[in-house]
């Protein structure tokens, strides 16, 4: 791939707007303080984010200014060296991103692991594969195939999950410097701009056909293809106005400016106004946001210009220089701080301080780890041989913390006394779903037409149940399965209330809706007493419907149960299971996060469910 010395040198394209034919060809690349500022203010938002949802709903898109970032600087990048000597040393480009990102991740993953270790076994991966993962850089790709949730998690968010925008990157960076070279060979200025922009534009589809209201968002989230536009709109920002090109005109320079104005007060628009759940978000919110960002991006990159300046003033300088290491550590602490069944902005306090001590970590990774790896590649320094004693206790001690963690992975899970994760408990619910056979282990199957809390009556409208669900219910399942047999079971991880009619219409549509509807729909926080309606109404008078109440720490729980309770008692045909009343001050009967129930939990869920459907029936 290595181009030789005798290659002809490409000119620099010349920019689109604003810039004569004439235009003197750029000087070399020089570094961009203000680019430090759009850093900052990107982590800013997703560590508020991370900490408390309710305080910056839309903080999220933080990512998104770094996507934009990301793309524009490598893309610059690029084409300056490709510009001062005619070639692009790949090797080398890809030697400086592992420098850059590899060992103070290396140091987050280890440490954090041996520190989860010996504090909350319960929060480790036993299988490792969230680490190596993070360490392959294919992150975003193994929490899609996990069926991860990024907006519905329940309890303490996950050690690494913020680990998937690493994936993102670093795929990007894998494989553009080979597209920029193969446009740079064959097609002109506006050309590459136009073809990187249709890029763009067909990964913002991909988010909009992929994405289905109502349901969990993060396959579109994570995933490369369908998140890649902020990163090829940041490359054709930067094919269209390299860096080095200052804007020559002050009314330019004023427009410039002021884009970036503009687009700073829509990111606060959006990042304070919009919800993840938000209709309006895919695509349409996060394509603002990388225009928003890219306006930024492109009036911070003028060296000079008052915006610049003002995004160059030391603290934003300061911070933005170590956004990399607070991203990384950010999550992982605020996850340790958090006790089980706790998610965040539920304990903002702690999480407050482990977003502090996160600046704090990030300071000493930059000074001790990302600095010197970057300029000297981990080499020592001339001069430095009475400095052995200290090196030896540093590599001392990341043996220790290396072994620590080693060992502690295999073990992970044991600090939850007899408590499941939420995802065991799922993974059963799964398994059950799939298994045609009716379970009947535990004692609570009922044979001979006998069935308690209801007798042969709710027995014999067992094979007459649709049962529409979400994750809670799946991790029923087995206990209703085992209770109703003949029940059906449709039910998905993370699906979210406002899915309901749909669904509802769907079975009644294909003739799979049976005379008894049971939805146990809201823990994922979009709907309320409108979709109940549509579910009632698509259900008909001529069924009973019943309605499982959402148990656990989530903000909406109160809105959603007030909402079950007034349809309830608005129809006739519609009766209320109130699983939160059932399990309240039980959570030896929930998993860890204290939201999904776990196998004694599940039979509590279906006896619940057994005596709505026998006051049901005591009403005809």
């Known amino acids: 791939m290595r181009q030789s010395q005798q290659s002809p040198t490409l000119v620099m394209p010349r920019p689109i707007f604003d810039e004569p034919a004439h235009a003197p060809a750029p000087a070399p690349r020089s570094y961009l303080h203000g680019l430090d500022g759009v850093r900052a203010l990107a982590v800013v938002l997703v560590v508020l984010y991370h900490v408390n949802p309710a305080w910056l709903t839309g903080g999220f898109l933080g990512v998104d200014v770094f996507f934009v970032l990301s793309g524009y600087l490598i893309t610059d990048l690029l084409c300056a060296e490709r510009h001062r000597t005619g070639r692009v040393d790949l090797a080398q480009f890809w030697i400086r991103r592992a420098r850059r990102l590899l060992p103070a991740l290396v140091v987050l993953l280890v440490t954090v692991t041996a520190v989860a270790v010996l504090w909350r076994p319960g929060r480790i991966d036993p299988s490792g594969h969230d680490v190596l993962s993070a360490l392959t850089f294919t992150n975003n790709w193994w929490q899609i195939s996990t069926d991860a949730s990024y907006f519905a998690s329940f309890g303490p968010p996950p050690l690494f999950q913020h680990l998937w925008t690493l994936g993102v990157e670093e795929q990007f960076y894998i494989v553009w410097p080979l597209v920029v070279l193969g446009l740079l060979r064959t097609t002109g200025t506006r050309a590459r701009v136009v073809v990187v922009l249709a890029a763009a534009a067909a990964s913002l589809t991909a988010m909009a056909l992929l994405h289905q209201p109502g349901e969990d968002a993060s396959r579109v989230y994570f995933g490369s293809d369908t998140h890649a536009f902020g990163l090829l709109l940041g490359a054709a920002l930067a094919l269209a106005i390299p860096s080095a090109r200052a804007w020559r005109s002050r009314s330019a320079r004023f427009l410039c400016g002021a884009g970036g104005v503009l687009g700073l007060a829509a990111l606060g628009v959006l990042a304070g106004g919009i919800h993840s759940d938000s209709a309006r978000l895919y695509p349409w919110g996060f394509a603002a946001a990388a225009c928003a960002a890219g306006a930024v991006v492109l009036a911070a990159a003028q060296t000079g210009s008052l915006f610049a300046t003002a995004l160059s003033a030391s603290w934003p300088r300061w911070v933005g220089r170590r956004s990399y290491g607070i991203y990384l550590w950010h999550m992982p602490l605020i996850s340790l701080a958090m006790p089980d069944g706790h998610r965040a902005g539920h304990a903002p306090l702690r999480g407050l301080a482990a977003a502090v001590l996160s600046v704090i970590v990030a300071a000493v990774s930059y000074r001790w780890v990302e600095e010197p790896m970057r300029r000297q590649g981990g080499r020592r320094r001339a001069g430095s041989r009475s400095s052995w004693r200290p090196r030896a206790m540093a590599a001392a001690f990341a043996a220790l913390t290396l072994a620590v963690a080693a060992w502690g992975i295999p073990k992970a899970g044991v600090g939850n006394g007899n408590r499941n994760s939420a995802a065991d408990d799922i993974a059963a619910g799964e398994r059950a779903l799939q298994n045609t056979a009716v379970p009947r282990s535990g004692g609570t199957a ?65 003739k799979r809706l049976n005379p008894v509807l049971l939805v146990g729909l809201g823990t994922n926080g979009v709907g309320g007493r409108p979709e109940l309606e549509q579910v009632i109404r698509e259900a008909g008078a001529h069924r009973t419907v019943v309605l499982v109440t959402v148990h656990g720490t989530v903000d909406w729980k109160d809105r959603v149960n007030s909402a079950i309770r007034q349809a309830a008692e608005a129809h006739p045909n519609v009766v209320p299971a109130d699983w939160d009343r059932a399990v309240q001050g039980k959570d030896d009967l929930l998993a860890s996060d204290g939201i999904h129930p776990g196998p004694a939990g599940a039979r509590l869920y279906a006896k619940t469910v057994a005596k709505a459907l026998t006051k049901a029936l005591e009403r005809k």
Not at 453 to 474: C, F, K, L, Y
């Open 446 to 510: 009922h044979r001979g037409g006998t069935a308690h809390n209801g007798g042969t009556a709710h027995h014999r409208r067992a094979d007459s149940i649709t049962a529409v669900g979400d994750s809670v219910m799946v991790a029923a399942a087995p206990a209703l399965k085992a209770r109703f047999p003949g029940i059906a079971i449709d039910a998905k991880v993370s699906r979210q209330l406002a899915a309901a009619p749909a669904e509802v219409r769907s079975l009644a549509q294909e």
